[in-house]
């Protein structure tokens, strides 16, 4: 099962990152390819990822980055130009997980976190994931 809360995690986070949707007042981003740098600590250890993606759009903001499929839903927002914070609610496999996370730009630099949470069989399970990227070209 915490496989499956990683998992839900990493979507959550994949979605707030790297899909392309515009908000007429999102963090600034320019486009192009980027590659961030993650890591999750959890109770099942420390998992680093690096990945690489092609951002076509300039502005983002948490509402409008979540992916419906992904079983999470913002539930509290604000952004601006250079940063971004939100709150989370998800639900996989009757597992209820709340979270909030933050993000910072410069541009063509991001960095940020967020912390989810879970009980889990009555055990308090805690994430937390960091990442960092940068725009390091134009897209392919």
Request: proline share 2%; with cysteine; glycine share 8%.
């Given at each position: 099962?915490?496989?499956?809360?990683?998992?839900?995690?990493?979507?959550a986070?994949?979605?707030?990152?790297?899909?392309?949707?515009?908000?007429?007042?999102g963090?600034?981003?320019e486009?192009?390819?980027?590659?961030?740098?993650?890591?999750?600590?959890?109770?099942?250890?420390?998992?680093?990822?690096?990945?690489?993606?092609?951002?076509?759009?300039?502005?983002?903001?948490?509402?409008?980055?979540?992916?419906?499929?992904?079983?999470?839903?913002?539930?509290?927002?604000?952004?601006?130009?250079?940063?971004?914070?939100?709150?989370?609610?998800?639900?996989?496999?009757?597992?209820?997980?709340?979270?909030?996370?933050?993000a910072?730009?410069?541009?063509?630099?991001?960095?940020?976190?967020?912390?989810?949470?879970?009980?889990?069989n009555?055990q308090?399970?805690?994430?937390?994931?960091?990442?960092?990227?940068?725009?390091?070209?134009?897209?392919?």
């Open positions: 099962m915490l496989k499956s809360l990683y998992k839900t995690l990493v979507v986070f994949s979605c707030l990152i790297f899909v392309s949707s515009v908000s007429a007042e963090m600034k981003v486009p192009g390819l980027w590659e961030t740098k993650s890591q999750v600590t959890s109770p099942g250890g420390t998992h680093e990822n690096i990945s690489q993606d092609c951002i076509k759009e300039s502005e983002y903001s948490p509402e409008n980055m979540m992916d419906e499929n992904s079983g999470c839903e913002v539930t509290d927002s604000s952004s601006d130009a250079k940063s971004m914070q939100w709150t989370l609610y998800c639900e996989n496999q009757g597992v209820a997980m709340t979270g909030n996370g933050h910072n730009s410069t541009g063509t630099s991001i960095v940020g976190s967020m912390d989810m949470n879970a009980n889990f009555g308090e399970v805690t994430m937390n994931t960091k990442w960092e990227g940068n725009r390091i070209g134009d897209c392919k």
